[in-house]
């Protein structure tokens, strides 16, 4: 017990300890799953820091396919992240919502026909628990995250996801 304790305390001290500052606050960056559930291209601006912690917040843009590929939809992922961490590797812990638009079909199996009853916009929640590899200074980005899908529209529909990014601090 007193090993775990102690293997505790220096994890933390570890992780918010005194941290170099990044001065690379911007990044750019592609993503494959995640937020953007097929992919995303994103911005991502570091908005707060303080020794070992930095608050991120996270725009994406990706088009979603739809009935075989014929239609595209856009989808918009928001997130925020908080980094802890010296130097540049970082645990990554975050809250998004990805609102993204679909059409309603209306079918009317008497003639057989299928017909566009209207468009809205939806979301679903994700969180994410993941590590970021961001030099202070800029340069290479990695990520790689467990991103599950919480809420679908108010419905809790857990399921499991993760992504993978790459780009450019700056």
């Known amino acids: 017990m007193k090993e775990l304790c102690l293997l505790c305390f220096l994890v933390l001290q570890a992780l918010l300890g005194y941290g170099q500052t990044i001065t690379a606050k911007n990044a750019l960056y592609g993503e494959l799953g995640g937020n953007g ?5 994103n911005y991502d601006r570091i908005l707060y820091q ?9 725009i994406g843009f990706s088009m979603y396919p739809r009935d075989q590929f014929t239609h595209f939809f856009p989808v918009l992922p928001l997130e925020v992240n908080a980094l802890f961490g010296k130097s540049k590797h970082h645990l990554e812990v975050g809250l998004g919502i990805t609102p993204h638009q679909e059409y309603r079909f209306r079918i009317d199996q008497t003639e057989g026909t299928i017909e566009r009853a ?8 994700t969180v994410r628990l993941g590590y970021r590899y961001q030099k202070p200074k800029g340069g ?9 899908i919480l809420f679908d529209n108010n419905m809790f529909v857990p399921f499991a996801f993760g992504g993978i990014s790459l780009g450019k601090s700056f």
């Open 140 to 148: 290479l980005l990695f990520r790689a995250g467990f991103t599950p």
């Open 50 to 58: 303080k020794n070992a912690f930095a608050l991120s917040g996270r």
């Open 118 to 125: 209207g468009r809205e916009v939806n979301w679903f929640n």
């Open 37 to 41: 559930i097929y992919y995303s291209f």
